[in-house]
């Protein structure tokens, strides 16, 4: 039948159990238990009472067989005439249809083959599928339905479903192991009243009873540093920041950001919580630290190699750490990048490098250090060389995946940088330096480690997926 066809003869079946007087969109079933927990503790003639989707029906004469499923797992359920009665029989096997919702009550017992089983006695109806689901192979092959329609997705594939649950335990498993060091996991504002803490363009929006114009948050960077002004010595924050940008495999405009900063430390001490960290999370989620990305089998037992970000763009593009932006572009331009701009701002051009170098990057997890302090204006600078920066980049299998510096707590040389990028920005990136942060800096931060890590990145790593979209449960996509 075509898919209006079957949707009108759904409709017309909800029509009908209303007419009879039964609920198609019934309330909770009482008893509830997970299909998980039933096949785990497995014993035959015990009652149980279950809900879930119906994702398959067989018809055997005086005989029905229903898969059900429930976030959980999936059981078979077996329906008999001369059990539920001639009336109730012809209910299920006329009205009820793959993608319903209902819930049993029956005696658990093992077919002749050995597979768990449901004899049912009862059941109701807690809600009527006006719509068939699509073909588990044929309906979603289409990748942008799948995107959108979400939640056909998850019905269709255990192997989405995996990756979801799998990103919620790695969420986990980080703040674990934060908490368990001693890190106090605080939340900081979205709406920032000017935009800071990271390069990038930022969303607007508007506040009517102030009158105010806002912005998304870029980062959570400069919040989070205030509260080490205030003494809070070790804090993170798991949430969404934003930027109005490019979509790509590796990019998303809402995206979910770890942010970790540590008073009296430095960029060494956060390449070595980087280290732990991921290792961490990787014996946690995975069991061990040896995984394979995209057929790449990665070892992500620490140490770490590290490669120097002055010296990889010497080497690839002449570029030396006191040229201007302009001169960057030029000797960028005479390599084949950036071939049809005419003026970039550092930020712009340290984004150019970095899409380079990223696709340079060989399958070991890599700190990129020695960067460019024209490049860093957060971070500081090295005691022996002043135009190279306390900072690290790290790489695996190519994906960029966290930032970390040795944080400026210089009020005079921050407000300093902040005035000399402003110069620098297009038109477009203007932004006004914060000078309230600044004010909490003159009251004194101690020195300071900061690290942040992209966590769709990570979950991309751990689950194994080509693109950020796959692992973000609902990605920003074009309307149709």
Same mark, same amino acid.
């Given at each position: ?6 949707? &009108?003869?759904?409709?017309? =079946?909800?029509?009908?159990?209303? =007419?009879?007087? $039964?609920?198609?969109?019934?309330? $909770? ?24 989707? $119906? ?20 059981? &078979? ?49 807690? %809600? ?14 289409? !990748? ?19 990756? +979801? ?8 498993? !980080? ?62 924050? $798991?949430?969404? %920041? ?45 069991? *061990? ?15 770490? &190699? ?34 049809? =701009?005419?003026?970039?701002?550092? %930020? ?66 921050? *407000?300093?940088? +902040?005035?000399?990028?402003? =110069? ?5 990136? *203007? ?48 309307? !149709?």
């Amino acid at each position: 039948m075509e898919l209006n066809e079957i949707i &009108q003869q759904r409709k017309q =079946k909800v029509n009908s159990l209303e =007419k009879k007087g $039964i609920a198609v969109y019934d309330r $909770i079933f009482p008893g509830r238990m997970d299909i998980a927990s039933v096949l785990d503790a497995l014993q035959e003639g015990r009652k149980v009472s279950l809900s879930g989707r $119906i994702m398959a029906k067989r018809a055997h004469g005086k005989a029905i067989f229903l898969d059900l499923r429930d976030s959980t797992g999936k059981i &078979q359920l077996y329906l008999k005439e001369d059990i539920l009665g001639e009336d109730r029989f012809a209910l299920i096997n006329e009205f009820v249809d793959i993608a319903d919702i209902i819930g049993v009550v029956g005696e658990l017992f093992k077919t002749r083959t050995g597979e768990p089983t449901v004899k049912l006695e009862e059941f109701a109806i807690l %809600s009527k599928a006006t719509r068939p689901l699509p073909e588990k192979w044929h309906g979603l092959k289409d !990748i942008e339905l799948r995107y959108r329609q979400r939640y056909l997705d998850l019905i269709a594939n255990e192997e989405v479903k995996k990756v +979801f649950l799998m990103r919620s335990r790695i969420i986990k498993a !980080i703040r674990d192991f934060l908490n368990n060091t001693g890190f106090l996991e605080v939340e900081t504002p979205m709406m920032h009243s000017l935009p800071g803490g990271a390069a990038g363009r930022p969303f607007k929006t508007h506040h009517n009873e102030y009158d105010l114009e806002l912005y998304l948050r870029i980062a959570p960077e400069l919040y989070l540093k205030r509260l080490l002004v205030g003494g809070l010595d070790k804090v993170y924050e $798991i949430n969404r %920041s934003f930027r109005n940008e490019g979509v790509s495999t590796r990019h998303n405009p809402e995206f979910t950001m770890l942010e970790v900063y540590r008073a009296y430390a430095n960029y060494e001490d956060m390449m070595q919580l980087t280290q732990e960290l991921i290792a961490y999370v990787a014996r946690e989620v995975c069991g *061990k630290t040896e995984i394979t990305y995209q057929g790449k089998s990665i070892d992500l037992n620490p140490p770490w &190699q590290r490669r120097a970000f002055s010296e990889m763009v010497r080497e690839k593009f002449g570029i030396e750490p006191d040229d201007q932006a302009a001169v960057m572009l030029k000797k960028l331009q005479a390599k084949g990048f950036a071939k049809n =701009k005419k003026r970039l701002s550092r %930020s712009q051009v340290a984004k150019v490098i970095e899409d380079v170098l990223e696709q340079d990057m060989n399958v070991r997890p890599t700190f990129v250090t020695d960067y460019f302090t024209s490049l860093c204006p957060l971070a500081k600078t090295r005691s022996d060389n002043p135009l190279i920066s306390e900072r690290f980049e790290l790489y695996i299998a190519g994906l960029e995946i966290g930032n970390a510096y040795s944080e400026l707590n210089d009020p005079v040389e921050q *407000k300093r940088r +902040f005035q000399a990028e402003i =110069k620098e920005l297009t038109d477009d990136e *203007k932004k006004r330096v914060d000078e309230d942060y600044i004010l909490a800096l003159e009251y004194g931060m101690p020195p300071a480690g900061g690290l942040g890590i992209g966590i769709d990145r990570l979950v991309m790593l751990f689950t194994d997926q080509p693109a950020i979209r796959d692992v973000i449960l609902f990605p920003l996509l074009r309307p !149709i």
